[in-house]
């Protein structure tokens, strides 16, 4: 999800609170950054997302997607962002709908510090293999235009047993969806019901298990 901090409509608290109205446990907010806008826009969401998670039922993961950055740059941003106190950190994959430099869904699926490849595109079977070695959960995802390519990822990810992830992109409260839009979502994209179930409500859980914060949900 992302916030005025970058291309989103809404501040934080607003996120959070819509969320919170929609009656969802927990959410991840991960604002694009570079090098450009990182040391601002990340302890700025990190102070606010405190406030939320001790003011609030709501808890909110405060996070980063690494965007059109050099492959070459992919693990040294990472790491510093969870140095700077991410709990989690998304890598904007080679979409289709966008000019993303060729390189960057491998460089985030060999990254240590990545959690999350987004809209990995057209992803190989050699880079969806290091993601399931490596720990890094791929993307299935609501948006339109990144996701023409969610059977192709889905495909991939079941035939080398790669873990996914439902996400939003959300940018604006339009995009908001349920935990039935995910599993619909899911099935859509070609999983088996298992599967689907595991990838909106187990696979979320253990992605928080291994983040800085430990919630009850």
Do not use: W
Request: contains cysteine; hydrophobic residues 40%.
């Amino acid at each position: 999800m992302h916030t005025i901090l970058s291309d989103g409509e809404l501040l934080a608290s607003e996120l959070a609170r819509r969320a919170e109205h929609l009656d969802h446990a927990l959410i991840a907010i991960t604002d694009h950054v570079d090098k450009s806008n990182l040391d601002v826009a990340l302890p700025g969401l990190i102070g606010a997302v405190r406030d939320i998670n001790t003011y609030s039922d709501i808890k909110v993961l405060a996070g980063v997607e690494l965007t059109h950055i050099p492959p070459r740059t992919v693990d040294e941003l990472a790491r510093k962002c969870k140095y700077i106190g991410a709990n989690v950190v998304v890598v904007h994959g080679e979409t289709v709908a966008e000019p993303v430099k060729p390189g960057t869904n491998r460089a985030a699926v060999n990254s240590r510090y990545v959690d999350i490849l987004a809209h990995p595109g057209e992803i190989s079977v050699a880079d969806a293999s290091a993601a399931r070695d490596n720990g890094v959960y791929l993307e299935i995802t609501a948006k339109p235009g990144h996701g023409r390519t969610n059977p192709h990822v889905a495909s991939v990810c079941q035939k080398v047993e790669a873990p996914m992830l439902v996400n939003t992109d959300l940018h604006s409260p339009d995009d908001f969806i349920s935990q039935r839009d995910a599993y619909e979502l899911a099935l859509q994209s070609g999983l088996s019901r298992e599967l689907a179930l595991e990838t909106i409500r187990d696979n979320p859980r253990r992605i928080l298990a291994r983040s800085k914060l430990h919630f009850r949900i």
